[in-house]
Structures are given as structure tokens and as C-alpha cells.
T-cell receptor
Framework: LAKTTQPISMDSYEGQEVNITCSHNNIATNDYITWYQQFPSQGPRFIIQGYKTKVTNEVASLFIPADRKSSTLSLPRVSLSDTAVYYCLVGPRTGTASKLTFGTGTRLQVTL | GAVVSQHPSWVICKSGTSVKIECRSLDFQATTMFWYRQFPKQSLMLMATSNEGSKATYEQGVEKDKFLINHASLTLSTLTVTSAHPEDSSFYIC????????????????FGPGTRLTVL
């Protein structure tokens, strides 16, 4: 499974857009990029998944350049409740038989 | 949809006793469930892959005789920590994904809320 590198922590003010970049230089052709959010003492929650270019849902956007060696999770107008750890995962589509390997994650702290 | 539950949410036990943790997919069937362990301020570490009707596959370094996994149905997997010791104290999380072609997307793993185990 491709290894990922993310910033250990980030700080933001409420209302700002937050971009978290993940490096995955060894991504394979059939690998997808998936982001999860985890609050303290809770299980991770799926945020978004993509293969290339841009994916957007009601929560976030995921930008993937053509070489797919990195990706950026964009959270628009964060609020205090977005304070959490965000994990970038790279691997086969997270289906039935696919193991997930979690990296260190990025601890996002949102303040007023 | 796509809800995964765990029971209990927390448990405290004495050293040497065994503890069973249940993971259920409430509104979909899951042929595969995964068990993770997470220590404070650390990332999730995969312990084992649980397949319905067959033996679990354990990650390197995880003792299969200590962490017994049973996946007897398409909606239930259990993790039993046998002869628990204080170093087994951790946050245990399961995940599951749906069967191809039905229910929630099979492209996503859904995680349970976790079980906090404290061994005294």
C-alpha cells in the first residue's frame, strides 16, 4: 500500500477555508484516495474519495493533480466542530476486501 | 443507512479476565469486517480482517490466540480479548463494508463508534 505523508497539525480560525495536503508519491494505478475524519473517542467517518481531478460533495472537495502524487482536502468555511484528526488513505477502492492503512493523520484545530 | 454499532462502548475489567466486543452492521450485510486498535494520540492500527464463515486473517505481530475473532453472520463479528492485561487497554474499532450490488456503497468502509477497554 502506498505510504502517505501529511502535516501533523494545522490551526485555523472559524469561517476560513482549510486545505490539507497529502503526499503519496508511490500511488499505484488502481489506487484511490480516501479521506476520513475522526473525533476523539469515536470511529473514523468517511469524508470523500477520488481517483483523479476534482471531487466535491456536501462536506468537502478533493483536488488531485494529473500525476496523482498528492491530493488536497479542502474544507470550506470551517467551524469549531470541524476540529478533528483527518486521515488520508491511498489504496484499492475501499470495498469489501480492501485493507486500510492509516497514517499519522493531520490534527486540525479550529478556534474563534 | 450504513450504520455500524459496537457493544459495549466501554468496559473495565480485571487483569486475567476475557472481554468480548461485538460489531454489528445494522442496516446492511457485510462479508468482511476489520478490527483496529488505537492507542491515545496515535493512529489506527489494523489488527485483523474478519470474513464471514471463515477464519480471520491477522496482521503481523497480532496474537491470534489472544485476540479471538468470530464472524458468524453477515451482520455480526466479535473480538474477544483473552486473559486481558493492562497493556491491552486501548480503543478498539471495527469497520465494515457492504455486499456488492446492494445496500450502501461497497466503495466505502463504515466504522463503528469504538470500544474503550481498560484493564486494571
Amino acid at each position: 500500500l502506498a505510504k502517505t505523508t501529511q502535516p501533523i497539525s494545522m490551526d485555523s480560525y472559524e469561517g476560513q477555508e482549510v486545505n490539507i495536503t497529502c503526499s503519496h508519491n508511490n500511488i499505484a494505478t488502481n489506487d484511490y484516495i480516501t479521506w476520513y475524519q475522526q473525533f476523539p473517542s469515536q470511529g473514523p467517518r468517511f469524508i470523500i474519495q477520488g481517483y483523479k481531478t476534482k471531487v466535491t460533495n456536501e462536506v468537502a472537495s478533493l483536488f488531485i493533480p494529473a500525476d496523482r502524487k498528492s491530493s488536497t482536502l479542502s474544507l470550506p468555511r470551517v467551524s469549531l466542530s470541524d476540529t478533528a484528526v483527518y486521515y488520508c488513505l491511498v489504496g484499492p477502492r475501499t470495498g469489501t476486501a480492501s485493507k486500510l492503512t492509516f497514517g499519522t493523520g493531520t490534527r486540525l484545530q479550529v478556534t474563534l | 443507512g450504513a450504520v455500524v454499532s459496537q457493544h459495549p462502548s466501554w468496559v473495565i475489567c480485571k487483569s486475567g479476565t476475557s472481554v468480548k466486543i461485538e460489531c454489528r452492521s445494522l442496516d446492511f450485510q457485510a462479508t468482511t469486517m476489520f478490527w483496529y486498535r488505537q492507542f491515545p494520540k496515535q493512529s489506527l492500527m489494523l489488527m485483523a480482517t474478519s470474513n464471514e464463515g471463515s477464519k480471520a486473517t491477522y496482521e503481523q505481530g497480532v496474537e491470534k490466540d489472544k485476540f479471538l475473532i468470530n464472524h458468524a453472520s453477515l451482520t455480526l463479528s466479535t473480538l474477544t480479548v483473552t486473559s486481558a492485561h493492562p497493556e491491552d487497554s486501548s480503543f478498539y474499532i471495527c469497520s465494515a463494508s457492504g455486499l456488492a450490488g446492494e445496500g450502501p456503497s461497497t466503495d466505502t468502509q463504515y466504522f463503528g463508534p469504538g470500544t474503550r477497554l481498560t484493564v486494571l
